[in-house]
Every structure is written in C-alpha cells, then in structure tokens.
C-alpha cells in the first residue's frame, strides 16, 4: 500500500515548531538545526520540505496571514452588529497577536529590506481592508452608522488595531491591547452612528 500524504500535516508541524524559536532568538540568530530538533525531525527531514530557513520565514509569514484574514472574513457572516464582530474580532485575535508581537516585529523589519516581504504585507493590508470595508458597508445598509466613506474607515480601524498591538508591546504594563482596543471602538462608533457623528452634532 501506498504511504499517506502527510506532506500538509508535516509542514504545519514545522512551521509551528519554527514559530516557537523565531519568537526565542529572532530570524537573525535562529538556526535550521533548531528548527528541526524543536519539531523533532531531523535536519534532511527539515530540508525535504523547506530548502533554506529563507523559504521557512516566508511560509510562516503566509501561514499567518491567511489564518487572520480567513478569521476577518468569517465576521461578514457571523451573526450580531457589526459593533459586537468587530469586538468579538479584537477579544479572538489579540491574545494570539501579543504572543507573535515579536515575531511580527522581525517580518516588520524585514519588510525594510526585502521587497518580497514587501508585497505580502501589501497584499495582506488590502485584502483586511477590503474585508472591513465591506463589514461598515454592512453597519450602513442596516441603520447602525450613517453614510461615510468605508475605505477610509477601514483605513482608520487598521490603523487602530495595529497601533494599539504596539503600544501594548512597547508598554505591557500601563496598556491592555484588549481593553484598549474595545474603548477605542466604542468612541469610533458612537461617532458614526446616525445621531452621534459631528455632522449630526454641529446641524
């Protein structure tokens, strides 16, 4: 009989196993070895399914992306306002993004160097604004915000998001990405609903 695929399984395997060291020693100093022992393979295993620790960072990266924007796009379906997604969104997703802060510090100073890292970071940044865009596009047609540009809004919410996961890095103790987070919301909200925006309040 034929062995099974594990090829997927395997790799996921590796990629979390890489994950743990990047965020111990950073993608500078983190070495293969590693990698393969921590998944515990060896390092020909390593090697068969990633050529160099290059194709592993840029896999990882992948890896990350697409599971945020697959739990971004399942908030255009889920039930409740779009208030209530988005903080569902804020409580599911920070606690992991605080852990990989450092993690993604190193993709941030990397996409400084490397145009490759560049491009998935743009790719990514659209398409979470794209998914946004459309959730304040659905908040407008039910009632809950007046008319406004969703573009922007998107522009504004990612801005929020990502800003507040860094001052929760660079200042664990004074701010709480989550509790931030979900005030910061509730002020940008309450200024698009229909009767709380400064149209509204200077007619």
Known sequence: MPKPDVSVERKAQILAAASRIFLKKGFETARMEEIAEEAGLSIG???WYFKS?????????????????????????????????LKQYVRSSVPSA??????????YA????DPRVQVRFQTYFHAYRQIIAALLA????RGEFRT???NHGAILFAALYEG???????????????IELLHSIDILMQG?????GIDAKTK
Request: no cysteine; net charge negative.
């Open 98 to 107: 605080q852990t990989l802060s450092p993690l993604f510090s190193d993709f």
């Open 45 to 47: 295993g390593l090697y």
């Open 53 to 85: 620790k290059e194709e592993v960072i840029f896999s990882l990266m992948d890896d990350l992306i697409n599971s945020d924007l697959n739990e971004q796009r399942a908030l255009l379906e889920a039930p409740g306002s779009v208030m209530e997604r």
């Open 138 to 141: 659905q908040g407008i047609a």
């Open 110 to 113: 990397l996409g400084g160097r």
């Open 148 to 150: 406004f540009d969703v």
């Open 164 to 178: 507040m996961l860094e001052l929760a890095m660079l200042d664990p103790e004074n701010i709480n990405g989550i």
């Open 192 to 196: 698009l609903k229909p009767d709380g």
